[in-house]
């Protein structure tokens, strides 16, 4: 089955530093890559995606390359600020009609000082 | 456009009680899915809905339930609740035609069972 592995937190980081959370998964087919951000008390929320092969995804200053010979797809930020602080959750899905189902991996939590 | 809600946001229950938590989609989305959120476990899909029928399901005992409605609300039921029940539950929506699979997700129902 499919399955992501994530890099364990938690992360703590300076303001300004660069940011590196790994990422990388095992599926069946070729799978649509997804970062996850969760803040304090909400549910989640869509960071970036990535749906083929050497896709970079890229949204608030994060990228994240969909790698299909290494499995992976690591969320990079070269400049994190306190509000980046969060958990973030990289998952896949299937790309096919009736599988909405998302696997996610367990979560990284990421906290900025200032 | 409205995002995802679901109520309530919080529920407090005893043992062997039951429970039913609603979802509301964005509108136009025809599926609905959801997960359920514990430290120990991570973020582990129930079910999905669309256009009223189950279409997938995880690994979770038959205690889980849903159903999905004409209006593509969506109630999942906990019957006999037990204390590892306790949960965020997060309901996610999307267009449901396959491909993509940008879900979006509401606030989450964090459970408390006594």
């Known amino acids: 089955g499919n399955s992501v592995t994530q890099m364990e937190g938690p992360v703590t980081l300076s303001e300004e530093a660069f940011l590196t959370i790994n990422c990388t998964y095992t599926?069946?087919?070729?799978?649509?890559l997804f970062w996850y951000v969760q803040y304090p008390g909400e549910g989640l929320q869509l960071l970036l995606k990535?749906?083929?092969?050497?896709d970079k995804g890229s949204n608030k200053g994060f990228e994240a390359t969909y790698r299909k010979e290494t499995t992976s797809f690591h969320l990079e930020k070269g400049s994190v600020q306190v509000s980046d602080s969060a958990v973030y959750f990289c998952?896949?899905?299937?790309?096919?009609?009736?599988?909405?189902?998302?696997?996610f991996g367990t979560g990284t939590r990421l906290t900025i000082i200032p | 456009k409205a995002g995802v809600t679901q109520t309530p946001r919080y529920l407090i229950k005893t043992r062997g009680q039951q429970v039913t938590l609603s979802c509301s989609p964005i509108?136009?989305?025809?599926?609905v899915s959801w997960y359920q959120q514990t430290p120990g476990q991570g973020l582990q899909f129930l079910f999905e809905?669309?256009?009223?029928?189950?279409?997938n399901k995880g690994n979770f005992p038959g205690r889980f339930s849903g159903r999905q409605f004409s209006n593509s609300r969506s109630e999942m039921n906990v019957s006999t609740l037990e204390l590892g029940d306790s949960a965020l539950y997060l309901c996610?929506?999307?267009?449901?035609?396959?491909?993509?699979?940008?879900?979006?997700f509401g606030p989450g129902t964090r459970l408390t069972v006594l």
């Open positions: 996610a929506s999307n267009v449901g035609t396959g491909g993509y699979n940008e879900q979006f």
């Open positions: 990535a749906t083929k092969a050497d």
């Open positions: 599926a069946t087919g070729y799978p649509s």
């Open positions: 509108s136009g989305h025809r599926s």
């Open positions: 809905y669309f256009s009223e029928t189950q279409r």
């Open positions: 998952a896949l899905s299937d790309r096919n009609f009736g599988n909405e189902k998302l696997t």
